[in-house]
């Protein structure tokens, strides 16, 4: 079954709290998505670890519920 765009949004937010969240719907089948998360907690940090933050959010169903998340990550600009 696949996740919807409010699912994966929420889910992020949750394990990234003041997070800005911005998903879209790739295909419009559920199932590839692309999200744009800027988050103050990334700061530093390299691209490689922002992405796994995510993917810890998202709770293992990347490549199973989900499969297909295009990922830009970024931290707040001053």
Do not use: C, W
């Not at 996740?3 to 949004?9: L, Q, T």
């Not at 997070?19 to 390299?46: C, N, T």
Request: aromatic share 6%; charged share 20%; glycine share 10%.
């Amino acid at each position: 079954m696949a996740m919807s765009a409010n699912e994966i949004e929420t889910m992020i937010k949750d394990a990234l709290p003041g997070a800005s969240v911005d998903i879209q719907d790739l295909r419009g089948d559920g199932d590839h998505y692309a999200a744009h998360v800027v988050y103050e907690g990334f700061r530093g940090l390299p691209r490689v670890k922002q992405h796994q933050m995510v993917y810890n959010a998202l709770q293992g169903r990347m490549g199973g519920v989900l499969h297909a998340l295009a990922l830009q990550t970024s931290a707040p600009k001053e």
